[in-house]
C-alpha cells in the first residue's frame, strides 16, 4: 500500500528554521510530481511548494517564496522542504503529497490536483 510520511516538524521560535521530510513506500514515486501542502486553522490548504519529477521545476507561493526550498531525492523516494526565516503565520500542519507527473516538468500548485497524501506534521512559530 502507497504510503507517504512526514517528519521533522515541531516548535520553532519566529526567524528559526525547520527541514521537513516526506518519506514514500509501496510504489516508486520518481515519476511523480511531489509537493508540500499546508492548512492552517480557519484558512484554506495552501500548495506552499511543488516540485516536477525530475527535480528541474519548483513552484513557491508567494508567501513562502525566497525562505522555503523544496528538493527531492528519487533514489530515496523521499521530498525535503527547507524552512527558513520562519514566521508565526507559517504555523499549520504540512502535508506530503504525490501525483503522476505527465512529463518531467509537470508540477501541481493547485491542491486537489494531488492524488496521495501523508498524514501531516505540525508545524508551530512562536513569536
Excluded at 62 to 78: E, L, M, P
Excluded at 86 to 113: Q, R
Amino acid at each position: 500500500q502507497e504510503q507517504l510520511v512526514e517528519s521533522g516538524g515541531g516548535l520553532v521560535q519566529a526567524g528559526g528554521a525547520l527541514r521537513l521530510s516526506c518519506a514514500a513506500s509501496g510504489r516508486t514515486f520518481s515519476n511523480y510530481a511531489r509537493g508540500w501542502v499546508r492548512l492552517a486553522p480557519g484558512k484554506e490548504r495552501e500548495v506552499v511548494a511543488a516540485i516536477s519529477w525530475s527535480g528541474s521545476i519548483t513552484y513557491y507561493a508567494d508567501s513562502v517564496k525566497g525562505r522555503f526550498t523544496i528538493s527531492r531525492d528519487n533514489a530515496k523516494n523521499a521530498v525535503y522542504l527547507q524552512m527558513n526565516r520562519l514566521k508565526p503565520e507559517d504555523t499549520a500542519t504540512y502535508y506530503c503529497a504525490a501525483s503522476p507527473a505527465g512529463n518531467s516538468g509537470t508540477f501541481y500548485y493547485i491542491d486537489v490536483d494531488y492524488d496521495y497524501w501523508g498524514q501531516g506534521t505540525q508545524v508551530t512559530v512562536s513569536s
